[in-house]
């Protein structure tokens, strides 16, 4: 399912109306990408020649029609990724403004190469805007990388670290070989993937360009389709993404050990409560501290972290005493402090 096309007539004729569950795509620059490498001093004798570009005065037109046609082919709940940055990042969000799709993150890519500047800052990121369809649920995998329990070095989350809005990821480089004008990283694809689709969704590229999108999908068991209008591009890296086993780098994925807080987000009964505040009493008069405590009874309760530190914050906690906590009457309220 892949076509040397372009992509907004080659949309019309070959994808129905919400059949795709992810797209991920990096539109062309609209400033000149074709010559970067007279401005930036590349040696370029290793990419593929044909770059398609596409003019500073047609970009507001070209990318309302993509992405209308992008619109239309998602599945409801399905989830759009397109990569910018900044000169023409208001006419993308322009675009997306005239469909019916939904904003979800506004992420930033930093990376590790900038090129040089003397008299302005040096542009070292790209916009990741991550919009869905509605009327379906949204396949978002939050624990597809990290246990909701891990915890770094120096004690903070894993999980809420690698869902943070600012992605670091480096380039990668390919002295010597074979290339696109430019390539998104397979770790950065991988990270959308995963956290965007499941095994066996259909995940587009309308601007295949080095097919690393179909490359990294084809590689983590999804399918995938796209266009890719330069025919130099298509014809060499058609063969290179038939060279890709299907499913091939989950192997290489570690798996997340089982998430701990397994009741997030339900309701706390009364006797939830009562046993809460008996447990942090406890703690409290055997010596533990505040946040030892709070993270013992999150992990005995399966709840999550903020969830206990507001309810020791509020500074009190009513409920009703049937329980040997407190010798009273059955019924009295009682009013606890906490800290």
């Known amino acids: 399912m892949f076509y040397n096309e372009d992509c907004i007539t080659g949309a019309t004729k070959h994808l129905a109306d919400n059949s795709l569950d992810l797209i991920i795509t990096d539109p062309p620059y609209g400033i000149g990408g074709d010559k970067l490498d007279k401005h930036y001093n590349r040696d370029e004798s290793k990419v593929i020649d044909g770059y398609v570009e596409v003019a500073a ?3 507001p037109a070209f990318t309302n029609d993509w992405i209308q046609q ?109 290339k696109n004008k430019n390539e998104l990283p397979s770790t950065l694809l991988t990270k959308m993937i995963m956290y965007s689709s499941n095994q066996g969704d259909l ?21 995938s389709c796209g266009f890719e209008l330069n025919r130099l591009a298509f014809t060499h890296q058609i063969g290179e993404v038939a060279k890709i086993e299907y499913g091939c780098l989950l192997r290489s994925l570690r798996t997340p050990p089982k998430n701990k807080i397994v009741n997030r987000g339900k309701t706390l009964t ?30 005995k309760f399966g709840r999550g972290y903020w969830s206990i530190l507001q309810m020791v914050d509020n500074g009190t906690l009513t409920y009703s005493i049937n329980s040997p906590v407190v010798a009273s009457s059955p019924a009295q309220q009682v009013i606890l402090p906490f800290d």
């Open 270 to 299: 009364n006797e939830e409560k009562e046993a809460i505040v008996a447990e942090y009493l406890s703690l409290i008069a055997n010596g533990f501290n505040k946040k030892n405590s709070i993270e013992r009874i999150s992990e």
């Open 57 to 59: 005065a047609d970009y």
């Open 203 to 223: 995940v587009g590229d309308f601007f295949l360009g080095s097919f690393s999108t179909a490359k990294v999908a084809i590689g983590l068991g999804r399918r």
């Open 70 to 178: 992008a619109a239309r082919v998602l599945k409801p709940g399905g989830s759009l990724y397109v990569v910018s940055g900044y000169t023409n990042l208001r006419h993308i969000l322009n675009a997306l403004a005239e469909t019916e799709m939904e904003e979800v993150n506004h992420l930033i890519w930093k990376y590790n190469f900038g090129v040089y500047t003397s008299k302005k800052y040096i542009s070292s990121h790209y916009h990741l805007l991550y919009y869905a369809k509605p009327g379906g649920k949204r396949t978002f995998n939050t624990f597809a990388f990290y246990a909701d329990s891990e915890k770094s070095e120096n004690g903070g989350s894993l999980n809420y670290l690698d869902r943070e809005d600012v992605l670091i990821i480096n380039r990668e480089y390919k002295p010597g070989q074979i």
